[in-house]
């Protein structure tokens, strides 16, 4: 399964899933992690209790209808404790009078099932990109920022979502602005991230990329490889 795993250096950027339901676990853990969001999913109360016990996410899915423990008890619980963690609570339809008390209790938001991934996606990102304003994690070169909770990239005052790989590629070279870095370097990278990368991979990327910033962003370093540049005023003249 691919998944763009930012823990080596963001150990709480992945989002804990607390949900029975295996069909609605399985489809929405493959299709976070397909966005480049790590996912740890349990599937019952007693068992999400721990999890968050034990380790710090950047964002809860949570059932209400739960085995051992119902959503609702692990929310108030997490609440009492005074912890903030942003959580999305997602409720079946004959749960609506639940779904009330979860945003009384301290739910960011909910949803209703069935519900469709984008509607999911855009929701978890609303969330995280409060959090983000909040509590900015952004790495960057002063052009370009990368958010790591919504993996999205702001340029020139817009801000566009980018897809996992094309977000890890940028990730790597704005992390050392000002160093190139050769096709070989950024696949072992990639690599470490998702293990689907193919053939030629690296300059499609970087193709995409350069269509979607600017070309003297990033920068092709004839024969040897690529960088964005240090001081992006200087490419301006
Ligand atoms: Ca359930």
Redesign the pocket.
Known sequence: MPSFNLAASQPESSILLI???PM?GLSLTRALNDTGMPVEWVRDGLEGERAIATQRYQLILL????PNKS?LDILKALRERGDATPLLVIT?RDEVDDKVAGLESGADDYLVKPFGFNELMARVRAILRRTDEQNPIVIGNGEISLMLATHEASYRGKTLPLPAREFALLYILLDSPGTVFSREQIETRLYEWSREVGNNAVDVLIHYLRKKFDNEIIRNVRGIGWMVVKHPDATRS
Request: aromatic content about 0%; cysteine-free; hydrophobic content about 40%.
């Open positions: 949900e029975d339901d609605i059932d209400l209808g739960l959503g079946a």
